[in-house]
């Protein structure tokens, strides 16, 4: 089945600083990759998605990017805000089945004001 | 338009009982999936119904159970309690198909 790693597990930044999450996953059948914020005592909310056909995908401060051949993606956050303190979750789904996307283990963000 | 709606939002219970958590789904979507997420850990697929009948299954015991009604909403049920059952149980809908999922807000489950 699919395996998803995420990098780093704790990432603390000072408010305006750029925030990278690195994510890698195992199943060359994957094609869609979403990303999920998850505040605290909340599910996660998805915040921006990109399919295997794409390389980048952006949307106002957040950004995605996909590299297929080295089966890895990131979530890269500019200008950050302390509201964008939360968890944040990669996940990697395949084409065929049921559709059902396997999570990484999160990265906590902390944005120091 | 509500979102996917979750209750209760938080439950106690003892070792050995048994639980019902509720779910409604986003309006439109006929696909509802359940994850347990436990502390520090991503949600982890517990199982999904569509058209009423269990789609597909993760890898969890038999003591997890579902069922899906006319209107879409589910059930997952949850037998013999453990203490390592102690959770953020997660219900997530959409539409049929490759569509993106939508997340409730949890319910907290403790298991004392």
């Known amino acids: 089945g699919e395996n998803v790693e995420q990098h780093p597990s704790t990432l603390s930044v000072q408010e305006g600083d750029s925030a990278v999450i690195k994510c890698t996953y195992s199943?060359?059948?994957?094609?869609?990759f979403p990303w999920y914020k998850q505040e605290l005592g909340k599910g996660p909310q998805l915040i921006i998605d990109?399919?295997?056909?794409?390389g980048e995908k952006k949307d106002q401060r957040i950004a995605v990017t996909l590299n297929k051949t080295a089966k890895h993606f990131s979530l890269h956050i500019t200008e950050t805000q302390p509201e964008d303190s939360a968890v944040y979750f990669c996940?990697?789904?395949?084409?065929?089945?049921?559709?059902?996307?396997?999570f990484g283990r999160g990265t906590s963000l902390i944005v120091h004001p | 338009d509500a979102g996917v709606t979750q209750s209760p939002t938080h439950l106690i219970k003892t070792r050995g009982q048994q639980v019902t958590l509720r779910c409604s789904p986003k309006?439109?979507?006929?696909?509802v999936s359940w994850y347990q997420q436990a502390l520090g850990q991503g949600p982890q697929f517990i199982f999904q119904y569509y058209e009423e009948e269990e789609r597909q299954r993760g890898n969890f015991p038999d003591r997890f159970s579902g069922h899906q009604f006319p209107n879409y909403s589910s059930e997952l049920n949850v037998n013999a309690l453990l203490l390592g059952d102690s959770a953020l149980y997660l219900c997530a809908s959409s539409g049929t198909g490759p569509e993106t999922q939508y997340f409730g807000p949890g319910t907290r489950l403790l298991v004392l």
């Open positions: 990109i399919r295997s056909n794409v």
């Open positions: 199943d060359s059948a994957s094609n869609y």
């Open positions: 996940a990697a789904r395949p084409t065929g089945g049921s559709y059902i996307p396997t």
């Open positions: 309006s439109g979507h006929d696909t």
